[in-house]
């Protein structure tokens, strides 16, 4: 069982920045690709950012390439995204993942089928 829980969530004006935390425990979360999605009011889940925890490979949603970065520390067992320049459109429940799947897999598969969910933390960018 892998438990994950979201932080860092808030209000910012539009070209504004903010990271993004999400605590990971759990006896083989290290084993799982970590992602991070996001749910707009009225919109599917969908993917933003993903890296494996072995060698830190990442993949990108077109959407926020070049203005998003995800990370991780696996020291600290903490998977971060930090992102810039922010947008309105960008206004969203952002929710951690792990799973098994590869990143290219992770970018395309329904959110459905994830393994672990953490609760979500708002992001609220203003115009």
């Known amino acids: 069982q892998v438990q994950l829980v979201e932080s860092g969530g808030g209000l910012v004006q539009a070209g504004g920045s903010l990271r993004l935390s999400c605590a990971a425990s759990?006896?083989?979360?290290?084993?799982?690709?970590m992602a991070w999605f996001r749910q707009a009011p009225g919109k599917e889940r969908e993917f933003v950012a993903a890296?494996?925890?072995?060698?830190?490979?990442?993949r990108y949603a077109d959407s926020v390439k070049g203005r998003f970065t995800i990370s991780r520390d696996a020291a600290k067992n903490t998977l971060y995204l930090q992102m810039n320049s922010l947008k309105p459109d960008d206004t969203a429940v952002y929710y951690c993942?792990?799973?098994?799947?590869?990143?290219?897999?992770?970018?395309?598969?329904?959110?459905?089928?994830?393994?672990?969910w953490g609760q979500g933390t708002q992001v609220i960018v203003s115009s």
């Open positions: 993942a792990a799973d098994s799947s590869s990143l290219w897999l992770l970018s395309r598969m329904r959110y459905t089928s994830i393994n672990y």
């Open positions: 759990g006896r083989t979360f290290s084993s799982y690709n």
């Open positions: 890296i494996t925890w072995n060698d830190g490979s990442t």
